[in-house]
Protein backbone atom coordinates (compact mmCIF):
# COMPACT_ATOMS: atom_id res chain seq x y z
CA UNK A 1 0.00 0.00 0.00
CA UNK A 2 2.77 2.50 0.73
CA UNK A 3 4.01 1.79 -2.63
CA UNK A 4 1.05 2.80 -4.19
CA UNK A 5 0.91 6.03 -1.44
CA UNK A 6 4.08 7.14 -2.93
CA UNK A 7 3.35 6.35 -6.78
CA UNK A 8 0.13 8.79 -6.39
CA UNK A 9 2.21 11.35 -4.38
CA UNK A 10 4.57 11.39 -7.00
CA UNK A 11 2.13 11.47 -9.71
CA UNK A 12 0.17 14.46 -7.61
CA UNK A 13 3.90 16.28 -7.48
CA UNK A 14 4.47 16.17 -10.94
CA UNK A 15 0.98 17.51 -11.52
CA UNK A 16 1.17 20.27 -9.63
CA UNK A 17 5.16 21.43 -10.96
CA UNK A 18 3.28 21.29 -14.72
CA UNK A 19 0.72 23.15 -13.43
CA UNK A 20 2.96 25.98 -11.76
CA UNK A 21 5.40 25.67 -14.79
CA UNK A 22 2.27 26.67 -16.96
CA UNK A 23 1.36 29.51 -15.17
CA UNK A 24 4.57 30.75 -14.06
CA UNK A 25 3.65 31.40 -10.51
CA UNK A 26 5.54 30.01 -7.63
CA UNK A 27 2.96 30.49 -4.42
CA UNK A 28 4.35 29.22 -1.56
CA UNK A 29 1.61 27.10 -0.41
CA UNK A 30 1.99 25.40 -3.50
CA UNK A 31 5.99 24.99 -2.87
CA UNK A 32 5.77 23.60 0.25
CA UNK A 33 2.49 21.27 -1.00
CA UNK A 34 4.88 18.20 -1.82
CA UNK A 35 7.17 18.19 1.41
CA UNK A 36 3.89 18.53 3.59
CA UNK A 37 2.06 15.43 1.77
CA UNK A 38 5.69 13.59 1.97
CA UNK A 39 5.94 14.33 5.89
CA UNK A 40 2.05 13.08 6.26
CA UNK A 41 2.03 10.38 3.98
CA UNK A 42 -1.00 11.44 2.49
CA UNK A 43 -2.85 12.37 -0.77
CA UNK A 44 -5.23 15.26 -1.27
CA UNK A 45 -8.43 14.64 -2.16
CA UNK A 46 -8.70 17.70 -4.58
CA UNK A 47 -6.06 16.66 -7.91
Partial sequence: MEH???QEH???CL???KHL???RTSPPMKFN???R???T???PASR
Fill in 21 to 23: RSI
Fill in 41 to 43: HRV
Fill in 10 to 12: REV
Fill in 33 to 35: YCH
Fill in 15 to 17: RVR
Fill in 37 to 39: SKS
Fill in 4 to 6: VIE
